[in-house]
């Protein structure tokens, strides 16, 4: 195991899952989804671990997160990389996540309120892509904004159930795929529903 991850298992084991829910806080130590209100949830915190090791941060990596949620997630990221671009189509969990993650102390984190299901163009390309919603099929704007040797994690699928991929892409363009685990995760509402 690298330093990086030691010490983003050091950070996730001290990170205050229920500071970043508003309701059901009695059940933030459970591993497992918890609902955050508008039909969302927060992550299994194991699963959240998973994703953000396999993505593989670096301390120089320009993330783009597609599904803000809670914030959870998005501070994991924003404390291990140079900036994070996060986007969330929900206006009161993206308010929620922006006081939140303020109130932290971040400062590297570009919040947007959109659906994010075609990136956000304007920033791109980005080292590192987390997709926190299932997209039925890959999307493609979210592979051109990926960066040559960048890596991107997603779930793609059904509703009721997902693969969640490390995506790769070489320095020619190329694209290898890997198969995680499976999943099942809220739908990513947009181009790729």
Same mark, same amino acid.
């Given at each position: 195991?690298?330093?990086?991850?030691?010490?983003?298992?050091?950070?996730?084991?001290?990170?205050?899952?229920?500071?970043?829910?508003?309701?059901?806080?009695?059940?933030? =130590?459970?591993?497992?989804?918890? #609902?955050?209100?508008? /039909?969302?949830?927060? !992550?299994?915190?194991?699963? %959240? $671990?998973?994703?953000?090791?396999?993505?593989? $941060?670096? #301390?120089?990596?320009? %993330?783009? &997160?597609?599904?803000?949620?809670?914030?959870?997630?998005?501070?994991?990221?924003?404390?291990? !990389?140079?900036?994070? =671009?996060?986007?969330?189509?929900?206006? &009161?969990?993206?308010?929620?996540?922006?006081?939140?993650?303020? /109130?932290?102390?971040? %400062?590297?984190?570009?919040?947007?309120?959109?659906?994010? !299901?075609?990136?956000?163009? /304007?920033?791109?390309?980005?080292?590192?892509?987390?997709?926190?919603?299932?997209?039925?099929?890959? #999307?493609?704007?979210?592979?051109?904004?990926?960066?040559?040797?960048?890596?991107?994690?997603?779930? %793609?699928?059904?509703?009721? $159930?997902?693969?969640?991929?490390?995506? &790769?892409?070489?320095?020619?363009?190329?694209?290898?795929?890997?198969?995680?685990?499976?999943?099942?995760?809220?739908?990513?509402?947009?181009?790729?529903?």
């Amino acid at each position: 195991m690298t330093n990086q991850n030691q010490d983003i298992i050091s950070y996730f084991e001290k990170l205050d899952r229920g500071f970043f829910m508003d309701t059901h806080k009695e059940f933030a =130590y459970l591993d497992e989804a918890i #609902p955050i209100g508008h /039909e969302q949830t927060i !992550s299994q915190p194991s699963l %959240v $671990l998973e994703m953000t090791l396999a993505i593989d $941060l670096q #301390p120089h990596s320009k %993330v783009l &997160e597609i599904g803000t949620g809670s914030g959870f997630q998005t501070a994991l990221l924003a404390a291990f !990389s140079n900036s994070v =671009y996060t986007i969330e189509r929900i206006e &009161e969990l993206h308010q929620r996540a922006k006081e939140r993650l303020k /109130e932290a102390g971040f %400062v590297n984190i570009h919040f947007k309120l959109d659906d994010g !299901s075609t990136g956000w163009k /304007e920033h791109a390309p980005y080292d590192r892509i987390m997709v926190t919603a299932a997209a039925a099929q890959m #999307p493609k704007e979210l592979i051109d904004q990926l960066a040559f040797g960048g890596k991107m994690v997603i779930p %793609v699928g059904t509703p009721f $159930l997902q693969e969640l991929l490390l995506i &790769e892409k070489n320095e020619e363009g190329g694209i290898n795929t890997e198969v995680l685990t499976e999943v099942r995760f809220v739908p990513l509402k947009g181009k790729y529903e």
